[in-house]
């Protein structure tokens, strides 16, 4: 999970971004991290590396596990989460039913994120790019705001394309219900927080999440650092359900 911290003179709807804010380790759920390497945890036990936290989440200091490589297949894929919420055009979404047999990433974050969420959307778009036209046609890319109450489908309508792609999907509704849909894929996410001295301190996940077009589950995950080459590399054998 990252946090970022933000002020209204700093970042905006309109796509404009300052400085990072401060930072903190990637935090992952659990159920994620057992996932992807494919081990048994065991409850109550750990390294002081390792902070458990009242959402269920745990901290890892220093970054995540298989950092050498920007993809990491996952043992037990996820199930696509059950959210039902507004896009940029303030339409009804289902995102399993919109998204059923198409290849699809699933991002959380916020237009006035400071880095992490602009430079994501900008490497899949740049990525998606290199693609033949028709599996840029394909492709899903969905991005859920972690800050549904500054988010609006106006916002997110004005932000995707720009810091994106016009294809891009946005999606905004109720925090409580986002939240359990990124807690279900293992992606840890609070609500924004205001602080004295007028900035916006939000903290959320910043994995994507790859789903299947032939099973519809989330079998790949991608951390922050996973650059345009990644994805570009990667994307081919994502659009055809294979493991990159």
């Not at 804010?21 to 036990?45: D, E, F, K």
């Not at 079998?219 to 994307?235: F, I, N, R």
Request: include cysteine; charge should be negative; glycine fraction near 10%.
């Amino acid at each position: 999970m990252s946090t970022e911290k933000t002020s209204p003179s700093q970042s905006g709807g309109d796509g404009t971004t300052g400085r990072p804010g401060r930072r903190t380790p990637l935090i992952i759920a659990a159920v994620a991290i057992v996932a992807a390497l494919g081990i048994t945890a065991a409850v109550g036990l750990g390294s002081d590396d390792e902070k458990a936290t009242s959402s269920g989440v745990v901290q890892i200091e220093g970054g995540t596990a298989g950092q050498a490589r920007a993809a990491t297949v996952l043992d037990r894929p996820f199930t696509k989460p059950d959210l039902v919420l507004t896009d940029t055009t303030g339409a009804t979404y289902d995102l399993r039913e919109r998204t059923k047999g198409k290849p699809t990433l699933l991002y959380f974050g916020y237009t006035n994120c400071p880095d992490v969420c602009p430079l994501t959307m900008s490497n899949i778009a740049i990525a998606k790019k290199q693609l033949p036209q028709a599996d840029q046609d394909k492709l899903q890319v969905v991005f859920v705001t972690t800050d549904p109450e500054r988010d609006t489908a106006a916002s997110l309508a004005k932000w995707l394309p720009a810091a994106g792609d016009p294809s891009f999907t946005g999606l905004t509704g109720d925090f409580a219900k986002i939240q359990a849909g990124a807690r279900s894929i293992g992606i840890g996410i609070d609500p924004a927080k205001k602080e004295k001295d007028g900035s916006v301190v939000s903290m959320h996940g910043a994995q994507v999440v790859a789903f299947s077009p032939t099973t519809d589950q989330g079998y790949v995950l991608y951390g922050e650092d996973a650059t345009v080459d990644d994805y570009a590399k990667d994307l081919p054998k994502i659009i055809k359900g294979e493991n990159p």
